[in-house]
T-cell receptor
């Protein structure tokens, strides 16, 4: 257990439905990342937050995706109008940036999304 | 694209040392070498990282060549629970991770 938690662990939904995932980072960590991993591939970067500010978004993050970190603590990732191609493992990672020269990212267990 | 090259798969006998190589010939002076592993259906697990010097922790040892163009992760006494995909990553400390395909390590009983 790294201290990063994600909820739910599994989500099955029908195409066209909206889904929302939550990530709770390690408590003092100021940076939070979202990645997506499809079967047989390594994780791919989606977006990251420094405190509550979203600083970078990948081109993988289409208009149907939105992420928030309203108080600089937990984060949510919402997918609207899900498509079968959204089926993947969604991973969250957190790190503490600025106080040390390296900023190791610690990953949560992931949320596996299946779109039928 | 990932900045590292790793063999797609390796086998190691249980109880022996597993040596996983990684090439990172374009590494910059301010980039670290990180290793993560991912056991089936779990999130990536941090193993170890280093800049120039060799590093050791309770999980593994990291050997970085003097020119920093390659490194080796050593699991000293592999067990069946070490079966996983191992990712070698080159990263500036505060940046997003770009994962490659990693090395699938099979520990043989």
């Amino acid at each position: 257990d790294t201290g990063v938690s994600q909820d739910p662990r599994h989500k099955i939904t029908k195409r066209g439905q909206n889904v929302t995932f939550r990530c709770d980072p390690i408590s003092e960590h100021n940076r939070l990342y979202w990645y997506r991993q499809t079967l047989g591939q390594g994780p791919e970067f989606l977006t990251y937050f420094q405190n509550e500010a979203q600083l970078e978004k990948s081109r993988l993050l289409s208009d149907r995706f939105s992420a928030e970190r309203p108080k600089g603590s937990f984060s949510t990732l919402e997918i609207q109008r899900t498509e079968q191609g959204d089926s993947a493992m969604y991973l969250c990672a957190s790190s503490l940036v600025g106080r040390t020269r390296t900023d190791t990212q610690y990953f949560g267990p992931g949320t596996r999304l299946t779109v039928l | 694209d990932a900045k590292t090259t790793q063999p797609p798969s390796m086998d190691c006998a249980e109880g022996r040392a597993a040596n996983l190589p990684c090439n990172h010939s374009t590494i910059s002076g301010n980039e670290y070498v990180y290793w993560y592993r991912q056991i089936h259906s779990q999130g990536p697990q941090y193993i170890i990282h280093g800049l120039k010097n060799n590093e050791t922790n309770e999980m593994a040892s990291l050997i970085i060549t003097e020119d920093r163009k390659s490194s080796t992760l050593i699991l000293p006494h592999a067990t069946l629970r070490d079966t996983a995909v191992y990712y070698c990553i080159v990263i500036r400390g505060d940046d997003k991770i770009i994962f490659g395909k990693g090395t699938r390590l099979h520990i043989l009983p």
